[in-house]
């Protein structure tokens, strides 16, 4: 329903870090859930992180501790802070908008992350 872009990914060294951006064009006031997704080569689409709108979230426990997912709703930007990269954390990185039971609907054209050796 609302259209979104990711930024922020690239080429990091294991154990740093990267913020990721998801741009919304229209408001996210309304939207409450929404999260991000990493999909690696031969590898199914994984959710990693999601937030409502009340601030809970909830992450995969791959993640746990290392990263951290935002969102500003004045800025209708949704984020992700990543520390402690790890090369098994490279994949594209995609945001997205759910409904309900979590469903997904709509994505953004994702952005790569990968995290060298």
């Known amino acids: 329903q609302v259209p979104l872009v990711e930024s922020g990914g690239g080429l990091v060294q294991a154990g740093g870090s990267l913020r990721l951006s998801c741009a919304a064009s229209?408001?996210?006031?309304?939207?409450?859930?929404m999260g991000w997704y990493r999909q690696a080569p031969g590898k199914q689409r994984e959710r990693v992180a999601t937030i409502n709108n009340s601030g809970t979230t909830n992450y995969a426990a791959s993640v746990k501790g290392r990263f951290t997912i935002s969102r500003d709703n004045a800025k209708n930007t949704l984020y992700l802070q990543m520390n402690s990269l790890k090369p098994e954390d490279t994949a594209v990185y995609y945001c997205?908008?759910?409904?309900?039971?979590?469903?997904?609907?709509?994505w953004g054209q994702g952005t790569q992350v990968t995290v060298s050796s």
């Open positions: 997205a908008t759910m409904g309900v039971f979590g469903s997904v609907r709509s």
């Open positions: 229209g408001s996210i006031f309304s939207i409450n859930l």
